[in-house]
């Protein structure tokens, strides 16, 4: 039997959850920053633990973690949006020349079949 289970993504009140739990942390300076990562990109609560897990000795230096390893995502998740616009646009353009090349073909076919 197959179970669908919805994993949703991180927000910043399951980032302070997590936080508090790995870190020991109610509040830092960096929460602000981090909130609007998580806002802005699509990213689990398991990524978000493996980040804070790397570094549980000084929670500083965890969250810096975090913070890079968001914006590497965030760059990503960008770069991806511009490759699939690019091939999107790339493939508009075959389907016009693939039509174009259809259509002479067609009037190709049409002079030969029938001269004037």
């Known amino acids: ?13 399951g980032f302070r959850k997590l936080a508090a739990s790995y870190l020991g942390i109610k509040e830092d300076k960096l929460f602000g920053c981090i909130d609007d990562f998580i806002e802005s990109i699509q990213v689990t609560p398991a990524e978000v633990a493996t980040q804070l897990m790397m570094v549980s000795d000084e929670p500083r230096f965890a969250l810096e973690g975090l913070i890079e390893f968001l914006n590497g995502k965030d760059k990503d998740t960008k770069k ?8 999107s646009f790339k493939e508009k353009e075959e389907t016009k020349e693939k039509k174009v090349e259809r259509q002479n073909s067609e009037l190709v076919f049409s002079e030969t079949r029938c001269p004037n």
């Not at 991806?80 to 091939?87: N, P």
């Open 80 to 87: 991806a949006a511009v490759v699939k616009k690019m091939k």
């Open 1 to 13: 039997m197959d179970v669908h289970i919805y994993m949703g993504y991180c927000t910043p009140a």
